[in-house]
Each structure stands twice: as structure tokens, then as C-alpha cells.
């Protein structure tokens, strides 16, 4: 009997899949492998099943004969574990990213005289109402709400960058990059304050109301399925962030993350260049315990920041208010820096960790960028936010061509420059 293989990464069932084991059959026995949470979490969308019920949807098709786990998107130990005689796949991979997972299909099975075949991809309404669904669920607040928690135990290293409209929600969303055979995407979307207050023209210092940032909130979500981390700010005075807290939980907000700051906030990267107050630990505590206090799922996080490195208060002085602010509730620590180097930060790391193995940290490296995230990893930093390279990218490039109109007294000269008129009629699909 000769052996045949495909790979299933998805969370529900429809006739193309029905057609690739139909197929398969055809040509021997048929091992379905289901890829992994973390294989898949980089590669395609968050699973809206568990593993375990993933594996059993595949063990329940018609034509299967075994199931087993694929770890890598890439297929060279599956192959070498396996060596099938066919491997099967939709044709829906010749083209992006994927083609590199083709490729490397082909390379492998040629050297031992294996065969690829490869189906018409099923693309009809059904299929695509299927698929609809399935982003709809996962856009639904009780399933964005909860991934965050669920991407922290999966991912080593969650990676949120900055957003601040629906457009830029579209490309967290949807951007994924193969590199070297490694696929990678961002995890989640940081609603900054800094980016959101400088697409309005208005500066970090709290001024945009809380309407205006839900409704960025707001805009991200209609067009995105990925979690959301909210720069509150200070949170302001604690009989305000207790109704933060309901807001952002009811819409499906992942975590808020206020900074242990009192008066006018300023900048962080400002640092002691503006006049800025850190909160008492007690009354910043005080305001963490509230905000738990009328959260209604365990879902939602409140994160603690803490200023103290950001203040030049000292290495002692954030350790003990990221333990205080721990005990008072938080559901993690992030710490800043504005340094060049991330030395600080990971003495920071390293120390707490000695008395709190568990509390997610999260680290912002827009100072020291040079920082690896691999160098994260090993210090146990749990989430790494992106904070604001979106905005800076963009504003530079929409003032260059603004300065070229006005040279050139036309558009000519910028054309070349520009996204193509039809990708962006394109760019946006319609329902
Ligand atoms: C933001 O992005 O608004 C932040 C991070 O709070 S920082 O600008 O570094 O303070
Ligand atoms: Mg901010």
C-alpha cells in the first residue's frame, strides 16, 4: 500500500477539505497531519478549536487511516519521519508566501522519488461563507477578549505593533512574511496614545477623550480578528478607570496598560526632559485593585507600568512597585526604558523574575531597538510592543510627497513612488 500525506491546519471542515481526502485515497493510505497551535498561530489564523479538537475533527473524515501531529509549517520532519509516496495539496499555495511551503515540499520528495499532487483549490460560496464565519468568530468580543491570555502560554514571544485606524489594523492584521522558511505575523495590535493623539494633530498628554479612543477602538476592530492591548494612560483618577476598565472589557479589548504617573502625563520618551510625577505605590495600587474589583471576566488583563527607569528613580525603586503593583491585582508588568541599550531593562527582567516566575512582562524597545527578540526570550519577557514605527514610517513619506507636489507644481514625479490606483481600489475587499 503506498503512503500518501497532507496537512490540515484549520478549524472546520468544509467540502475542499472532504475533496483532498476523496483524492488522496485514490492513491493509498492517507495520513492527515494537524498542525500545531504554534505553527499555526504563525503562520495562518489563531485556531478557533483546541488541538485536541482539531486532531478529532480530522479523525472523525470519512477516508482518514491515521492523524497525526504536523509540528513545523515547513515539512522536512514530517518527511523524514514519514517518507510518504504522495504528498496532496489544494493549488492555492503557487502563489505569496506560501510558495516557499511548496517548494520545500517539492525539493524534499524529489530526492526520494515522492510525488506532489495538487488539487483545484474549492473556491465557491459555501466555502466562502465558511471562512467568513470563522473571522467573524474570532472578531466576536468573548473570543478577541480572551486571546491575548491564550497567546501569552502558546507564543514565547507575543508581538503587538502599533495601530491607530482601520487601515492600520489591516496590516497587523494581514501582513505575513516568509523569511529563510520561517513564517511569522504580529500577534496583537497596541492602540498607543502617542499615535493615537498624533493622527488626530493633538499631543500625548491625554487630551483626546476616551470617546474619540474608543472609537479608534472601535474602527480597528469592525475590520480585524487580532487582539487589542489599550494605552490608558494613567487611567486617571480611579472613580474614572473603573469605568475604563468595563468599556474596553465589554467591547473586547484584551488588556489595558496605565503608567504609574500622576498630573500632566508627558511623553515617556520625554523623559526628565518634562516635568513629570510618579503616583504614590499605594494610590497606584489602589487604582489596580478597582479596576480588578469590577472586571466581570478573567479574561480581560489590567497591566502596570512603571516609570521609575523612564523617572531615573532607580533599579530598586521599579522592582518594588512591579511587586507592590503584583500583589495589588495587576495581570502584568511592563517596564520602560529610553535608554540607547537594553541593559536596564533586562537587569529588570532577570531581578524580578527571582521573586515572580509567572506575571507576564512586557517590554517596549523603541529606545533600544537594538535588542533581539530572541535576547527577550531568554530574559523571559513575555510580550514585545512595537510602539509606534507605523506612524513614524508614514508621516515622513506623506511629507516628502506633499514638499514633491508643491516642487513640481504636478504628481508626476512622485508617481513612481506611490501604491498602484488599482491596489488601492483593491486593497479593501467589499462584503
Ligand atoms: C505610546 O505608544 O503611546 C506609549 C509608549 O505610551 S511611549 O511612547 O514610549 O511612551
Ligand atoms: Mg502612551
Request: proline letters at 3%; one cysteine or more; a negative charge.
Amino acid at each position: 500500500m503506498k503512503k500518501v500525506y497532507t496537512c490540515f491546519c484549520t478549524s472546520v471542515i468544509h467540502e475542499g477539505h472532504r475533496n483532498i481526502i476523496e483524492n488522496a485515497r485514490k492513491y493509498g493510505e492517507v495520513t492527515v497531519g494537524v498542525l500545531s497551535d504554534e505553527a499555526m498561530i504563525r503562520y495562518n489564523r489563531f485556531p478557533t478549536l483546541s488541538f485536541e479538537e482539531r486532531m478529532q475533527l480530522v479523525r472523525e473524515l470519512d477516508g482518514v487511516d491515521r492523524v497525526i501531529v504536523q509540528e513545523d509549517i515547513m515539512y522536512d520532519q514530517i518527511i523524514s519521519r514519514i517518507r510518504p509516496d504522495y504528498v496532496v495539496h489544494g493549488d492555492n499555495w503557487k502563489i505569496g508566501p506560501e510558495s516557499a511551503i511548496r517548494n520545500n515540499v517539492i525539493s524534499l520528495v524529489e530526492r526520494y522519488g515522492g510525488e506532489l499532487i495538487e488539487l483545484p483549490y474549492t473556491y465557491n460560496d459555501n466555502v466562502k461563507r465558511i471562512d467568513d464565519r470563522i473571522k467573524e468568530k474570532l472578531a466576536m468580543p468573548e473570543y478577541r477578549r480572551k486571546r491575548l491570555r491564550q497567546l501569552i502560554d502558546i507564543r514565547s514571544l507575543v508581538k503587538a505593533l502599533e495601530v491607530h485606524s482601520g487601515l492600520t489594523g489591516l496590516i497587523v492584521e494581514k501582513t505575513v512574511v516568509e523569511n529563510e522558511g520561517e513564517f511569522d505575523q504580529f500577534d496583537a495590535m497596541w492602540v498607543s496614545s502617542l499615535c493615537d493623539s498624533t493622527a488626530k494633530g493633538k499631543p500625548d498628554i491625554e487630551l483626546v477623550d476616551m470617546t474619540s479612543r474608543y472609537r479608534t477602538i472601535d474602527d480597528v476592530m469592525e475590520v480585524t480578528t487580532k487582539p487589542i492591548i489599550f494605552d490608558g494612560d494613567t487611567g486617571g483618577i480611579a472613580e474614572h478607570f473603573v469605568y475604563m476598565v468595563r468599556t474596553l472589557e465589554r467591547m473586547g479589548v484584551s488588556a489595558v496598560i496605565i503608567e504609574d504617573k500622576i498630573g500632566l502625563k508627558r511623553n515617556s520618551l520625554l523623559g526628565i526632559e518634562a516635568e513629570q510625577k510618579q503616583a504614590a505605590i499605594e494610590d497606584f495600587s489602589a487604582k489596580i485593585a478597582a479596576g480588578k474589583k469590577v472586571q466581570l471576566t478573567d479574561d480581560f488583563m489590567i497591566i502596570a507600568r512603571i516609570e521609575s527607569l523612564i523617572l531615573e528613580k532607580g533599579m530598586e525603586d521599579a522592582l518594588k512597585r512591579a511587586h507592590a503593583f503584583v500583589q495589588a491585582g495587576a495581570d502584568g508588568i511592563m517596564i520602560h526604558s529610553r535608554k540607547k541599550e537594553p541593559d536596564e531593562i533586562i537587569e529588570f527582567c532577570d531581578r524580578f523574575r527571582v521573586n515572580d516566575r509567572n506575571s507576564p512582562l512586557i517590554v517596549v524597545p523603541t529606545s533600544y531597538n537594538s535588542v533581539t527578540e530572541e535576547e527577550l526570550k531568554k530574559h523571559n519577557v513575555n510580550i514585545v510592543i512595537y510602539a509606534n514605527q507605523l506612524t513614524r514610517s508614514a508621516f515622513p513619506a506623506m511629507e516628502q510627497t506633499a514638499k514633491d507636489i508643491l516642487k513640481y507644481h504636478r504628481a508626476l514625479e512622485v508617481d513612481e513612488r506611490l501604491m498602484p490606483i488599482n491596489d488601492i481600489i483593491t486593497l479593501i475587499n467589499e462584503l
